[in-house]
């Protein structure tokens, strides 16, 4: 079974602060892990991915995330956040075997930069 | 890049009506698409799967009987919520991943639909 953690519902930071939103996951084989970044009554916006290679992956809007296997996590990062970064962030896992099934989510964590 | 479009994104109806959403791919075909369902502040909850040409397989506890999806095509995939409820009353989201793609593609999502029963 697949499982996402996201221990944090709501995560403040002062703008042009670094920022850290948390993800722990649970796979039986390796895993494809993503961030997405959700805005007020919109769909989802892919952020960036990790299938293999380098454990730090660098996504859109300057956010980066590291793989860490021995955790396992997928913490998102920002060095300097912006007051539009603001908005709900998902993380989601794929078992690389699990074939073409759909992504597990966390339950999101609420990102506020405050100005 | 490939685009899922979802279409209406805000609907308001009667209790005791039907409403029909749908998710469309733009430029790719998709014989699989999901529906998810997302309450406020938590996360998407799947509901079901919806595949070109089959049945929809649903997720443990989505009345099949209430949530009618149809795939009639590559590139459209239906969600009725027929005889809504006030308790229907949510954000439905749908999402395809490429066909012919990796299998470590990122899914596409739809805009989402926020519908509203009164």
């Known amino acids: 079974a697949q499982s996402v953690a996201q221990p944090e519902d709501q995560v403040n930071v002062a703008e042009g602060n670094p920022l850290t939103v948390k993800c722990t996951y649970s796979?039986?084989?390796?895993?494809?892990l993503f961030w997405y970044v959700q805005y007020p009554n919109r769909g989802l916006q892919f952020l960036l991915k990790?299938?293999?290679?380098?454990?730090l992956v660098k996504g859109s809007y300057g956010f980066e995330a590291e793989f860490n296997k021995s955790k396992p996590s997928f913490h998102l990062k920002k060095p300097s956040a912006l007051v539009s970064d603001s908005a709900l962030y998902f993380c989601a896992v794929r078992d690389i075997n699990s074939g073409n099934t759909p992504l597990v989510f966390g339950k999101g964590t609420r990102l506020s930069v405050i100005a | 890049g490939a685009v899922v479009s979802q279409h209406p994104s805000r609907v308001i109806c009667k209790s005791g009506t039907s409403v029909k959403i749908e998710c469309r791919s733009l430029d790719f075909q998709a014989t699989t698409m999901f529906w998810y369902r997302q309450f406020p502040k938590q996360s998407l909850m799947l509901m079901a799967t919806?595949?070109?040409?089959?049945?929809?397989?649903?997720e443990q506890g989505v009345e099949k009987d209430k949530f009618l999806i149809n795939h009639a095509s590559l590139t459209l995939s239906t969600l009725t919520v027929t005889s809504a409820h006030p308790e229907d009353s949510s954000f439905y989201i749908c999402s395809a991943p490429e066909r012919g793609g990796p299998m470590n593609t990122e899914a596409f999502f739809g805009q989402g639909t926020r519908l509203t029963v009164v």
């Open positions: 796979v039986s084989g390796n895993p494809y």
């Open positions: 919806s595949n070109e040409g089959s049945k929809a397989t649903y």
């Open positions: 990790y299938i293999t290679g380098d454990n």
